[in-house]
């Protein structure tokens, strides 16, 4: 598919050296690692028919099945919304090298100035991807950020959920899951689904309804 958003928000402060080789270190190790990965795509045909007639496209991931959904959409031109803290700084070079755009913001930091240049990229056209409930959590909480941009700007949005048949799960709050070498890695996609509300607000309050699609997709990749 041929890049629709190539344009980054910059991050606000000088990039610390540290930062930038643990970048290129991190990306060559999930390189090595995600090209031994089996991966299985569930009902992804009707999103890429989606796409195929110029409906953007907001995937939502849940934080700590990030990894494999990145790695499964290389090159794609997807703008991802990556916070502004260090950790944000190094996902988002990682994201880069792999040929998505980024954003910088999240539901806490630079929240508006964030879900106001998303918005511009799915009115442009542009796929997103966000996880609801990053970057800090709580886990599972299925904040309203993609659901207003997709109320602003007619984006479908679309729930992904991943499963591993082996894989390490991290001590963080969201137990990110890295599919161990060889896995068969399922990636499932839930029902496409614009946003109709008339305001933010009404379409914030639709949160548990897309959390619940979300859990629904998981139920797909587990089968």
């Not at 511009?120 to 299925?142: E, K, M, Q, W, Y």
Request: aromatic share 6%.
């Amino acid at each position: 598919m041929s890049t629709r958003a190539d344009r980054r928000v910059p991050a606000p402060a000088p990039v610390a050296r540290r930062t930038v080789w643990l970048a290129r270190l991190g990306g060559v190790i999930f390189r090595l690692l995600a090209h031994t990965w089996r991966v299985r795509n569930v009902h992804r045909a009707a999103v890429e028919q989606l796409r195929a007639s110029g409906t953007p496209v907001i995937f939502v991931v849940w934080h700590g099945e990030l990894l494999a959904a990145v790695w499964n959409h290389r090159r794609e031109g997807i703008t991802a919304l990556v916070s502004e803290h260090g950790d944000g700084e190094i996902l988002a070079r990682v994201m880069e090298s792999l040929g998505f755009a980024t954003a910088r913001g999240s539901t806490t930091r630079g929240s508006e100035r964030a879900l106001l240049s998303v918005s511009r990229v799915a009115r442009n056209g542009g796929d997103l991807a966000i996880t609801p409930d990053g970057p800090r959590g709580p886990s599972h909480s299925f904040a309203p950020g993609a659901l207003i941009v997709s109320q602003r700007s007619g984006a479908a949005i679309v729930p992904v959920a991943v499963h591993a048949s082996r894989c390490w799960r991290l001590r963080s709050w969201d137990r990110f899951l890295v599919p161990k070498p060889f896995a068969r890695v399922s990636i499932a996609y839930g029902p496409p689904t614009v946003v109709a509300a008339d305001s933010s607000r009404a379409a914030a309050e639709l949160a548990p309804r897309f959390a619940a699609l979300l859990d629904d997709a998981a139920l797909l990749a587990r089968e």
